[in-house]
């Protein structure tokens, strides 16, 4: 019960802290974990909801959504996370996706709200116990202007597993 309330607390401060250097971008991004503790080796989900907060219409690109966000983990240690092998690739697949600009689009009137999902362990290793801070990046559509907008951050708690053999993934440099 204690850590529901401490992780609610958490989740309302950090949402707060995040929409306050945002008050003008044209898109929030709130994300929330589907559970705020697992074990290791346990799948890791983001619900993400991107809100048009402009007052025009919004196109956003209809794809994965690893290709659109920039997911910043940082490990219990406070590093940031080390990538999997998946998530480098998917990583340039991203570039790829960016540089081709062809998509499919979902459009949003303001004040109009889109439920993503994302899959953080298929991306980054999360297998140390302790807590992880997660948050996403995305770019700001070209029509409403430059530059990106960040989400809140959570916190994922991570406890060893018995079921799962401990791994520890060699440090790889970051792309």
Do not use: C
Not at 17 to 25: M, P, V
């Amino acid at each position: 019960m204690t850590m529901k309330i401490i992780f609610s607390s958490f989740l309302v401060l950090s949402t707060l802290q995040a929409l306050r250097g945002q008050e003008s971008a044209p898109i929030s991004i709130s994300i929330s974990p589907q559970r705020a503790s697992v074990r290791a080796g346990a799948e890791v989900i983001l619900d993400v909801i991107v809100t048009n907060m402009s007052d025009r219409l919004l196109t956003l690109a209809a794809v994965s959504p690893e290709l659109v966000y920039e997911l910043d983990v940082k490990a219990p240690d406070g590093t940031a996370a080390v990538p999997t092998e998946a998530g480098l690739k998917k990583t340039k697949d991203a570039h790829i996706w960016r540089d081709n600009k062809t998509f499919p689009e979902v459009a949003l009137l303001p004040r109009q709200t889109f439920h993503e999902v994302i899959r953080i362990n298929d991306k980054v290793e999360m297998w140390a116990n302790g807590v992880y801070s997660v948050r996403l990046h995305r770019k700001i559509p070209a029509e409403l202007g430059h530059g990106e907008v960040e989400s809140n951050t959570v916190a994922i708690s991570v406890t060893y597993n018995p079921a799962v053999e401990k791994y520890e993934p060699q440090r790889r440099k970051q792309p």
